[in-house]
């Protein structure tokens, strides 16, 4: 890799502390070094026009990357726009036949670019990259050129080619997010573990609470959620068929901007019980008044200013895990998504008004887990048992 003027890098350090409200990343020196003096424009020019957080953040990430692996594997920066030659290159690099590979070395990513993204700390994976990772990261790059005002060749029908082609050779099934849902019966044995009067306590049970029962949010939409999001509804009957059963408190969450949503679709969701009270517990006990709702605790347990970051909702989820004698590897915030959508299949909600409460936009992906339930607790896999 090139050596950048540390005047430059020193520049950029500072540019990018002026985006540390949006990318709070532990990796700023490292980016400093990776990125463009353009790059760093940009990314500042997407932060000026309102992009996402969430959004921002894995642009930068993916950025950095890109221009690691350009300069490793042609000796020069990352050019804009891309052509069709090193769009094909970094799918050859990344996408590649591992049986292919064991009889010839030089197949896929060069032992030298390998070994540079490795000491770069950029490369953890042993084997071709996920599909979906490859896709993200040209959608990223697609991004950035059309944010320049440049029209680059990712609708090429070679690059597409060439996608479809080493997906099919790499022969890597599709990995979950989260090995396995949280159900409810995971989910009780999990605030089993923060049952107690600590503020962390209180926190995580809040925490998984208001994550599973307001439709399986993302961890990022948990980890920014402020208190200003929260709005406080009319009581609803625990039965709404009887009036006469007892009245639960709700409240309505308004999530802004989210995976499938933009600012302006106002979405929200609805949380109501037992969600509500652990929720405003917490709230009360912490004194949280405005801000993040969920926020760092330290060792002595006072509580931050600062918001939970979307890794630490992961960490909590697999810490609780380990307590309550579970299995870390095979959770992971995500399960909380896909056991709500589980749990709501096993009980026969409606897929519809399951997909009301976690805004969900494709029924495709959220009828596998209404599929899944069905044919474990049908018949056709009972023929002989």
Same mark, same amino acid.
């Given at each position: 890799?090139?050596?950048?003027?540390?005047?430059?890098?020193?520049?950029?350090?500072?540019?990018?502390?002026?985006?540390d409200?949006?990318?709070?990343f532990?990796?700023?020196?490292?980016?400093?070094?990776?990125?463009?003096?353009?790059?760093?424009?940009?990314?500042?020019h997407?932060?000026?026009?309102g992009?996402?957080?969430?959004?921002?953040?894995?642009?930068?990430?993916?950025?950095?990357y890109?221009?690691?692996?350009?300069?490793?594997?042609?000796?020069?920066?990352?050019?804009?726009?891309?052509?069709?030659?090193?769009l094909?290159k970094?799918?050859?690099h990344?996408?590649?036949?591992?049986?292919?590979?064991?009889?010839?070395?030089?197949?896929?990513?060069?032992?030298?670019?390998?070994?540079?993204?490795?000491?770069?700390?950029?490369?953890?994976?042993?084997?071709?990259h996920?599909?979906?990772?490859?896709?993200?990261?040209?959608t990223?790059? &697609?991004?950035?050129?059309?944010w320049?005002?440049?029209?680059?060749a990712?609708?090429?029908?070679?690059?597409?080619?060439?996608?479809?082609?080493a997906?099919?050779?790499s022969?890597?099934?599709?990995?979950?997010?989260?090995?396995?849902?949280?159900?409810?019966?995971?989910?009780?044995?999990?605030?089993?573990?923060?049952?107690?009067?600590?503020?962390?306590?209180?926190?995580?049970?809040?925490?998984?609470?208001?994550?599973?029962?307001?439709?399986?949010?993302?961890?990022?939409?948990?980890?920014?959620?402020?208190?200003?999001?929260?709005?406080?509804?009319?009581?609803?009957?625990?039965?709404?068929?009887?009036?006469?059963?007892?009245?639960?408190?709700?409240?309505?969450?308004?999530?802004?901007?989210?995976?499938?949503?933009?600012?302006?679709?106002?979405?929200?969701?609805?949380?109501?019980?037992?969600?509500?009270?652990?929720?405003?517990?917490?709230?009360?006990?912490?004194?949280?008044?405005?801000g993040?709702?969920?926020?760092?605790?330290?060792?002595?347990?006072?509580?931050?200013?600062?918001?939970?970051?979307?890794?630490?909702?992961?960490?909590?989820?697999? &810490?609780?895990c380990?307590?309550? &004698?579970?299995?870390?590897?095979l959770?992971?915030?995500?399960?909380?998504?896909?056991?709500?959508?589980t749990?709501?299949?096993?009980?026969?909600?409606?897929?519809?008004?399951?997909?009301?409460?976690?805004l969900?936009?494709?029924?495709?992906?959220?009828?596998?887990?209404?599929?899944?339930?069905?044919?474990?607790?049908?018949?056709?896999?009972?023929?002989?048992v």
């Amino acid at each position: 890799m090139s050596i950048v003027p540390s005047t430059s890098i020193a520049s950029r350090v500072e540019e990018l502390d002026a985006l540390d409200a949006i990318l709070p990343f532990d990796r700023r020196d490292q980016l400093a070094v990776l990125l463009t003096d353009d790059d760093v424009a940009t990314l500042k020019h997407l932060a000026s026009e309102g992009m996402g957080e969430n959004t921002l953040r894995a642009l930068a990430s993916d950025l950095g990357y890109l221009e690691a692996w350009c300069q490793l594997a042609t000796g020069a920066p990352l050019p804009w726009p891309a052509p069709e030659g090193l769009l094909l290159k970094f799918v050859a690099h990344h996408l590649w036949d591992p049986v292919k590979r064991a009889e010839d070395p030089t197949h896929g990513m060069p032992a030298e670019v390998e070994a540079g993204l490795r000491a770069e700390r950029l490369l953890r994976a042993s084997g071709p990259h996920a599909p979906g990772t490859v896709r993200r990261r040209l959608t990223s790059w &697609s991004i950035l050129t059309r944010w320049q005002g440049l029209t680059g060749a990712f609708g090429a029908p070679s690059l597409k080619s060439a996608l479809r082609l080493a997906v099919k050779a790499s022969n890597r099934p599709r990995q979950r997010k989260s090995r396995q849902a949280v159900t409810v019966d995971v989910l009780v044995q999990l605030l089993a573990t923060c049952a107690g009067d600590r503020l962390v306590d209180r926190r995580d049970r809040a925490l998984l609470l208001l994550a599973f029962a307001s439709g399986g949010r993302r961890r990022s939409e948990v980890a920014g959620l402020r208190v200003e999001d929260l709005h406080d509804e009319e009581p609803v009957r625990a039965d709404p068929s009887d009036k006469t059963s007892p009245p639960l408190p709700c409240l309505s969450i308004r999530l802004g901007r989210t995976k499938t949503t933009s600012a302006d679709d106002d979405a929200h969701v609805i949380l109501i019980g037992r969600p509500v009270t652990a929720l405003k517990s917490w709230l009360t006990e912490a004194q949280i008044k405005e801000g993040p709702v969920f926020r760092r605790i330290d060792q002595w347990g006072n509580v931050d200013r600062r918001a939970l970051t979307p890794q630490s909702v992961t960490l909590m989820l697999k &810490s609780r895990c380990k307590q309550a &004698s579970l299995d870390p590897a095979l959770f992971s915030a995500h399960g909380l998504r896909s056991g709500y959508l589980t749990e709501a299949a096993n009980r026969g909600i409606p897929l519809l008004e399951a997909m009301q409460q976690s805004l969900h936009k494709s029924v495709t992906q959220a009828s596998s887990y209404y599929n899944n339930a069905e044919r474990k607790n049908g018949r056709a896999a009972r023929l002989i048992v």
